[in-house]
């Protein structure tokens, strides 16, 4: 039995060996070939995910170390995108500044608010990231771009206390930036700031704007820095002064980026720091100087 | 009280103070926003009993007191939270474990620290305190204080315990 298949087989080979194309070989390859081919696509079909699967499995490390690679990447864009507003922000308030103390001729400390008193400790204080290192002492005023914000009360050596201006213990000399009338800033707590005027005759309007008279050797307040605008003239017939509510220009709720002032400006800037709106086109050579030019409305000193 | 315990406290109410500060103050919470350190206070006097609760409040007070930004005397929060830790000691004595009892406790003892602050502030002459700015102050702080307290309370008073089993931890 044996001996007859393998004699088979052997003719098998020796005919197609020696038979060519068109043999009968041929034809039962072809057959075998229509048969076969569509059971091997559809075996194919089953097993080549399986196969891949196995072939993932064994490489599921090496999978799962590229989805951590992308997740990362993707986590980092996503940051990016999202920081990129505050970072525009952050930007913005240095800008503003900046042209602050150059209009000024201010020498500031950039600082960042670190910490924030709790309210039910009624006081109004922040502390910055800036001290006795930077150059920062007690008694020196605080703005922001847009207005003061206070002045300083403690310092540490890394971090500075500043008193906000809205807090009832906080005082300072204001003078009204068109009049030149001088007068005394008091904070309230959450009502605006009551401002005193020593004439009792003073013409004072809503939507005037107060800037701070300033300190012998400018501490703790140096001259001219905006401090907010009229928002009420209380009427006090017969008083000996005239009474104001001040709206703050600085945003005080949220305070990020401040400038303490650890040079005063060698004369007083006038209201070269007043938003410039009643100018249609200001140049900056025409107000913006550190040496301090003339101011463009010279009020008279009291 | 043990080692353990006053290292506990201390690493608790630096913790507290910090995160109040620089995290919960800066939020823009309408109100006085909850006060962290007066409830981690709470939380340990609770378990430590009146003696040690009055000289942690003190410690946590004088913290508070000092740590910037600060403007008030040195000596105030002391005053209030020494109180406080004692009276939060006391209801260890009354209820063991009743969340209803340290929930009232919160609520009485964060009214009466901000009265007790207010109260000394216009003994010294604060400018700052008014009649109606301390009655929304105190409201908001203890709803404040109640919101907060079950996520802070259970958890320092189960710390506080387990350094009594175990003194090396912490």
């Known amino acids: 039995m044996l001996a007859v298949l393998l004699l ?19 034809r039962v390859r072809e057959t075998a070939s229509t048969v076969l081919g569509p059971i091997e696509r559809a075996a194919a079909a089953v097993v080549n995910p399986v196969s891949d699967f196995i072939d993932g499995v064994t490489s599921i490390n090496s999978n799962a170390d590229r989805i951590d690679a992308l997740e990362a990447d993707n986590d980092e864009l996503r940051r990016q995108l999202l ?50 290192r930077d150059g920062v002492h007690r008694n020196q005023t605080v703005l922001s771009g847009d207005g003061l914000v206070g002045r300083v009360i403690a310092v540490g050596p890394g971090t500075a206390t500043i008193l906000l201006l809205t807090d009832p213990a906080f ?29 009792p005759q003073a013409v004072v309007e809503t939507g005037n704007v107060v800037v701070t008279l300033g ?38 709720t949220a305070l990020d980026l401040v400038g303490i002032v650890i040079e005063p400006p060698r004369r007083d800037p006038r209201n070269a720091l007043v938003a410039p709106t009643p100018t249609p086109t200001p140049t900056p050579t025409a107000t913006a100087s550190t040496s301090a030019s003339p101011s463009p409305s010279p009020s008279p000193s009291p | 009280m043990t080692f353990s315990r006053v290292i506990l406290s201390v690493l608790l109410i630096l913790s507290a103070a910090v995160v109040q500060v620089t995290v919960v103050n800066r939020l823009p919470l309408p109100g006085a926003g909850p006060d962290l350190v007066l409830l981690v206070v709470i939380g340990l006097a609770v378990v430590v009993g009146p003696m040690a609760g009055a000289s942690i409040g003190f410690g946590a007070g004088l913290l508070v007191d000092l740590m910037p930004p600060t403007a008030t ?76 307290a079950p996520f802070v309370i259970p958890g320092v008073m189960a710390l506080t315990r387990r350094t009594a089993i175990n003194p090396t931890l912490a």
């Open chain 1, 171 to 199: 005082g300072v000399g204001a003078r009204l930036a068109v009049s030149g009338e001088t007068g005394f800033l008091q904070g309230k707590g959450r009502d605006p700031l009551g401002l005193e005027l020593y004439n």
């Open chain 2, 73 to 148: 005397e040195v000596g105030r929060w002391a005053l209030v939270f020494c109180l406080i830790g004692y009276l939060a000691g006391q209801i260890q004595v009354d209820a063991k474990r009743s969340v209803l009892i340290v929930l009232g406790a919160v609520a009485g003892l964060a009214a009466l620290a901000a009265l007790l602050f207010a109260g000394l502030g216009l003994l010294f002459g604060d400018p700052r305190i008014s009649g109606d700015l301390v009655v929304s102050t105190m409201v908001s702080s203890v709803l404040y204080d109640l919101l907060l």
């Open chain 1, 215 to 252: 300190s012998p050797n400018g501490r703790p307040f140096v001259p001219g820095v905006p401090i907010g605008e009229v928002t009420d003239v209380i009427a006090t017939p017969g008083g000996l002064s005239r009474l104001a509510e001040v709206e703050p220009y600085a945003q005080l």
């Open chain 1, 83 to 132: 920081t990129a507003p505050l970072d525009q922000s952050r930007v913005d308030e240095l800008d503003k500044l900046l042209r602050v103390s150059s209009l000024g001729g201010y020498k500031i400390v950039p600082s960042q608010v670190i910490a924030v008193a709790a309210e039910n400790g009624y006081a109004q204080t922040v502390t910055v990231d800036s001290g006795t």
């Open chain 1, 8 to 26: 088979t087989a052997f003719t098998f080979i020796t005919l197609d060996a020696r038979g060519g194309t068109g043999s009968i070989l041929d």
